[in-house]
């Protein structure tokens, strides 16, 4: 179990990480329409400055029919690179910002934590020193190296 969310938290700091820096040089536009009557409902999903924002826009105007679809637009990144989110709401409009490295963030953090863990636990099964990598593997005592204790720590 572990070592599998080790790998699915490496997985999607990677794949986060990607988007990140393709988002500085390109975008990407997903946008949904629904025509009601003379007014149309807009849904906009986008990856873009290091930001995936979403917009529900329910007064948007269309001339003639549209049926419901989404659409995919790709071009050159636009705008500027903020750290914060992002969330505002007025009438019919929502519109969220999420920075790309808040999701970075999570996810790379844990995945650090769970590989530096299991190096450690590897460390130690192989004879290694704890505390500097030294093989100490047929010595009794302290390291050689760092002079920490061949005791290894109990468990809890």
Known sequence: MRR???WLCTLLAAVIALAFAAS???SV???HRAN???LGAEQVLSINMGAIEYCADGNAEYVGVLLPAWDTFVGPASGTFTWTPGRFKVPNTSW??????LPLALTAAPASLL???DRRRQRLTE???LSCGYDRRGLSGPCPECGRSAEPPTSR
């Open 4 to 6: 599998g969310i080790k």
């Open 127 to 129: 004879g290694h020193c």
């Open 24 to 26: 500085m040089r390109w």
């Open 115 to 117: 590989w530096w863990a």
């Open 36 to 38: 009601r009557t003379t």
């Open 96 to 101: 969220l910002r999420i920075p790309l490295w």
């Open 29 to 31: 536009f997903l946008v």
